[in-house]
């Protein structure tokens, strides 16, 4: 059993005037996902902004209610639960957010910020709680003498640390990471990585990574999923979408990656076109107006995600994923 599981997860925002009319427009910002996140996993989760990708993150942590779907934890579904059963499982699912400074209180203490879950679940309290929280300072990097400093006083590295010891604080066991090296400079993103990398090695803690950046979850990924106007269009292990990509869409993301080498010049894939709207999504396949492999049928009908027998999973009528005899 996987440790989590989603089942044609759906989030529609009803948009404008639709929310008071019978005649409901909706944004499909999670548009029937089938995902599973293996325990010590990282899934990288990859798209446009804008593809729902974040949106997804919150609805399986229930942050804000799906509209359809099943989302199973430890084989118990966290969408037919009640509010307290969800306040217990919710110390085993925390998430990291990408601002660092949008996202910890400026006038909580370090001490405090990273202190909150300890004392909301009843971790430990007095001395016990302080010690625990110079632990995990200690875990992410930071001293002791910022306990008692303000986020204003911190880089943005070092507030992304702060976040993640707040999370690390109620010993989860699966976490969403939702762009959370997106804000900051080349240099400390590899080291936020490299720290999520390590505390997961020591924990055995799961990730959900979410990101708009191919390069930045090459590293930290087992396996990653692309997203496309609410659904996945390409999933499979990493080295796979690096090395053999099938998804147009897929391919264009990864055309706009620098490499390093000089001598590997790789041709660049122009994406036609904006994304569509997801109130209105194009017929068949989404991708269809931006893509120059289009076929008759592609406008007609939506291609299923398709797997072979490596779990290669492809939606589009021209590259599936090839089934080895
Ligand atoms: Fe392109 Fe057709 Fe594949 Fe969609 S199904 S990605 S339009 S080739």
Not at 23 to 50: H, I, P, Q, R, W
Not at 69 to 74: A, L, M, P, S, T
Not at 210 to 224: K, P
Not at 245 to 264: E, F, G, I, Q
Request: glycine content about 8%; overall charge neutral; charged content about 25%.
């Amino acid at each position: 059993m996987s440790l989590l599981e989603i089942h044609n997860l759906k989030k529609h925002f009803p948009v404008g005037e639709a929310l008071f009319s019978r005649n409901k427009a909706v944004v499909k910002a999670v548009d029937g996902v089938d995902l599973s996140v293996e325990e010590g996993e990282t899934l990288g989760l990859v798209g446009e902004s804008g593809c729902g990708k974040s949106t997804l993150g919150r609805a399986i942590l229930r942050l804000i209610e799906p509209t359809d779907g099943e989302v199973f934890f430890q084989g118990k579904n966290l969408l037919t639960m009640s509010q307290r059963e969800l306040r217990d499982m919710r110390r085993q699912m925390q998430i990291i957010f990408q601002d660092p400074y949008a996202s910890l209180n400026p006038r909580m203490r370090v001490g405090d910020i990273v202190g909150e879950g300890i004392e909301i679940h009843k971790l430990a309290k007095g001395r016990a709680k302080r010690d625990r929280v110079m632990e995990l300072l200690h875990q992410v990097g930071l001293r002791e003498e910022h306990y008692d400093r303000y986020p204003h006083e911190f880089s943005g590295g070092q507030r992304q640390r702060i976040g993640i010891a707040r999370a690390l604080g109620v010993s989860p066991s699966f976490i969403v990471c939702d762009e959370p090296v997106s804000s900051l400079d080349v240099s400390i993103q590899a080291q936020i990585i490299n720290l999520l990398q390590e505390l997961q090695e020591k924990m055995h803690l799961t990730y959900l990574f979410i990101s708009h950046d191919l390069r930045v979850v090459e590293h930290i990924s087992h396996r990653v999923a692309i997203m496309y106007l609410g659904k996945v269009v390409e999933i499979a292990k990493s080295d796979t979408i690096y090395r053999d990509a099938r998804h147009p869409y897929t391919r264009a993301l990864l055309s706009s990656v620098p490499v390093p080498d000089m001598n590997r010049k790789k041709q660049r894939v122009l994406l036609e076109g904006d994304v569509p709207s997801p109130v209105n999504p194009p017929s068949g396949c989404s991708f269809h107006p931006r893509c120059s492999y289009r076929a008759a049928i592609c406008d007609q009908t939506e291609p299923p995600l398709d797997f072979n027998s490596e779990s290669h999973g492809v939606a589009c009528h021209v590259f599936g994923p090839i089934k080895r005899a």
